[in-house]
Structure formats: structure tokens, C-alpha cells
Antibody
Framework: EVQLVESGGGLVQPGGSLRLSCAAS????????MNWVRQAPGKGLEWVSY????????YYADSVKGRFTISRDNAKNSLYLQMNSLRAEDTAVYYC????????????????WGQGTMVTVSS | QSALTQPASVSGSPGQSITISCTGT?????????VSWYQQHPGKAPKLMIY???NRPSGVSNRFSGSKSGNTASLTISGLQAEDEADYYC???????????FGGGTKLTVL
């Protein structure tokens, strides 16, 4: 079964740090680009970050640039998100999501999602 | 404020059809065919329903269909069923520094 399982969420004070993990199974992890998408309580979805299959290409949303770092370990079938200088507005459920590849080899959607991990930034 | 504009809510009776719109700009929806739609039930992860404007992933009912005209994409659900009641989000690739943008979401109520 194709599956993504996030972990590492929790309560952290403003200015603090947290590292999220996403364990992949059921597919060849090293062949797929991956993303983090978040959802604040009662709000919509927000794309956070992207990493290519090799890890050589990375993008961030402006709202997290300079504070968050995405990485992956293909040997461990794992995706990570290091979050520093956390703010109240970073409070959200964080999902890891696989990029869907179309017939031309382009990323076209997010086809597999994890169940999410909650991050709460509060004093 | 979300990058893509969706109606906050829509409703329909069982068996009817509804359409949810998703309006962007020429930098996202209008400029690329990488428009996708996601269904999210309360407390659950989003599920991909439509990709590349009008394609359905394997296993998604053919009651779900997508289209696009100019800067506006649409999701149509025909033969409404109770289990279709959920939040629906559109998404598009964008030429801005943000790779992907989402709509604010639309709550579908099946009356």
C-alpha cells in the first residue's frame, strides 16, 4: 500500500524549532518529488515547500523562506521539514504530499497525502 | 487571502449537479493546464479528484469532472450523493515564486 506517515508535530513556543518527518512506503520514494502542505485550523490549504527526487532542487513559499528547510534521505525513504523561528501563524496541520508525474514527466498535482501532523506555536 | 478564488459554499440535493468555480489569473489557472481539485472530509487528508484540468485518477467516480475557460476552472459533480459532502479545493501551478497556489476552499452541502 502506498503510504505517507508524518510525525514530529507538537507544541512549541514562539521562536522555537521543530523537525517534522514523513516516512514513505509502498513506492519507489527516490523517484518522486515531494512537498509539504499546511492547513491552519479552520482554514484552507497552503503549499509550503518542494524538493526534487534527488534533493538538488528546492523551493519555498515566501511565508517560510529563510526559516524552514526541506530535506530528504532516499536511503531511509524519508522526507523532513526543519522549522526554525516559529511564529503563531505557523500553527497548522502539516501534510507531506507526493508530486504526481504526468506522461511528459512534469509535476502536475499532489496524488498521495499523509494523515498530517499538528504543529502548535504558542506560549 | 487565497491566491485562487472559490465560492465559500455551494449546496445541492441528492441526484442534482453542482459546479464549483476557481478563478485565478494568467499567471496560474489561465497560463497552465496544471489545475487540480481535492476533496477533504472533516479531520481527513485531502484526496486528489481531478488533475490537469479534467483528468480523473484511477478510482475516482466519473460523476466528477473538470474544465477550464480562460482564468477560471470548474469542478462539476453530477448525481450528488451524501458522501460528496466535503470541502473542495482547487490548486494550480503558478509562475510566481510560489510553485503552487490553492483556492480558499468550498464547502459542499448535500441537502
Amino acid at each position: 500500500e502506498v503510504q505517507l506517515v508524518e510525525s514530529g508535530g507538537g507544541l512549541v513556543q514562539p521562536g522555537g524549532s521543530l523537525r517534522l518527518s514523513c516516512a514513505a512506503s509502498g513506492f519507489t520514494f527516490s523517484s518522486y518529488e515531494m512537498n509539504w502542505v499546511r492547513q491552519a485550523p479552520g482554514k484552507g490549504l497552503e503549499w509550503v515547500s518542494y524538493i526534487s527526487s534527488s534533493g538538488s532542487t528546492i523551493y519555498y513559499a515566501d511565508s517560510v523562506k529563510g526559516r524552514f528547510t526541506i530535506s530528504r534521505d532516499n536511503a531511509k525513504n524519508s522526507l523532513y521539514l526543519q522549522m526554525n523561528s516559529l511564529r503563531a501563524e505557523d500553527t497548522a496541520v502539516y501534510y507531506c504530499a507526493r508530486s504526481m508525474i504526468d506522461d511528459y514527466g512534469d509535476d502536475c498535482a499532489f496524488d498521495i497525502w499523509g494523515q498530517g501532523t499538528m504543529v502548535t506555536v504558542s506560549s | 487571502q487565497s491566491a485562487l478564488t472559490q465560492p465559500a459554499s455551494v449546496s445541492g440535493s441528492p441526484g442534482q449537479s453542482i459546479t464549483i468555480s476557481c478563478t485565478g489569473t494568467s499567471s496560474d489557472v489561465g497560463g497552465y493546464n496544471y489545475v487540480s481539485w481535492y476533496q477533504q472530509h472533516p479531520g481527513k487528508a485531502p484526496k486528489l479528484m481531478i488533475y490537469e484540468v479534467s483528468n480523473r485518477p484511477s478510482g475516482v467516480s466519473n460523476r466528477f469532472s473538470g474544465s477550464k475557460s480562460g482564468n477560471t476552472a470548474s469542478l462539476t459533480i453530477s448525481g450528488l450523493q451524501a458522501e460528496d459532502e466535503a470541502d473542495y479545493y482547487c490548486s494550480s501551478y503558478t509562475s510566481s515564486s510560489t510553485l503552487w497556489v490553492f483556492g480558499g476552499g468550498t464547502k459542499l452541502t448535500v441537502l
